[in-house]
């Protein structure tokens, strides 16, 4: 359907996605058990929406703004990628995995983590990329909201990027050894990197947003800011991080999500 929205197209979109989904933690999962190691999902997670992006907009009506939700995904899903991949090289499993598999028999692990990890996520990155899906059965063009929403899209990317080399440096200097990164973005949020993400997602679903029914997937930039904010991400990291010296104070006077200046001393 020409300049309109296509149910049928949503439909084989829906499905298409789902399949990719499932093939990419699939052979995750293969890697996992070869290597030992489950942490290598982290990477596959912004890969896995490059992955959806692009077969949404090839299964589709190759509409403009498909292939820009495309794009604006594969910038943000291949830096994740690459960046988490950098950080885990010569690292051993992931505490967060390491601290899940601990409550099962080594003989079941592998098949537990199939469904908690590898299965959850890919059910999840399927209904986080919604947006793009449902873009990707319509055909009209692209105005302001679009623009918009690639501006909500930027602070994210930028607070991601900026927040990540910001970290990287601090810790790379010695003399940090042991103190708290509260510099630069890291004194407006404790977690520039995760607030990131959650703009991004904003970002495509405004995109999104701007054809009919695309502002129906509402839902899944809110179901990827709670699991940032307050489930898997922010929450979860700063039970452990709670306990350095130092963190408390900057917990006291540093926002936990969302930027704002930083609460004198």
């Known amino acids: 359907m020409d300049g309109g929205f296509s149910g049928g197209t949503l439909v084989a979109v829906l499905v298409a996605s789902a399949v990719t989904s499932a093939l990419a933690m699939g052979v995750t999962a293969l890697v996992a058990r070869r290597v030992g190691r489950v942490a290598v999902v982290d990477v596959t997670w912004g890969l896995v929406f490059v992955a959806i992006g692009w077969v949404a907009y090839a299964v589709g009506q190759h509409s403009g703004r498909s292939l820009l939700l495309a794009v604006l995904v594969t910038v943000w899903g291949g830096r994740l990628a690459w960046h988490i991949r950098g950080r885990a090289l010569g690292q051993g499993e992931d505490p967060r995995y390491e601290k899940m598999l601990s409550q099962k028999p080594p003989e079941e692990r592998f098949r537990y983590a199939l469904v908690r990890v590898f299965g959850t996520q890919g059910v999840a990155a399927w209904f986080v990329s ?8 319509t055909d009209s063009a692209l105005g302001w909201v679009a623009a918009l929403g690639v501006l909500v899209w930027l602070v994210g990317v930028a607070f991601e990027t900026v927040g990540d080399a910001q970290l990287k440096a601090f810790k790379a200097d010695p003399a940090n050894r042991g103190r708290v ?3 630069g973005l890291w004194a407006w949020t404790r977690h520039p ?6 703009a991004v997602w904003w970002g495509l679903w405004v995109v999104a947003a701007g054809a009919w029914p695309g502002v129906l997937t509402v839902l899944s930039p809110v179901v990827m800011t709670y699991f940032l904010a307050f489930a898997t991400g922010a929450r979860l990291l700063e039970s452990e991080m709670a306990k350095r010296p130092g963190y408390p104070k900057y917990m006291e006077r540093t926002s936990m999500f969302f930027p704002r200046p930083p609460r004198r001393a």
Do not use: I, K, T
């Open 130 to 137: 919604l947006p793009l899906q449902v873009a990707a059965a």
């Open 181 to 183: 990164m509260d510099r």
């Open 193 to 198: 990197n995760y607030f990131g993400d959650s």
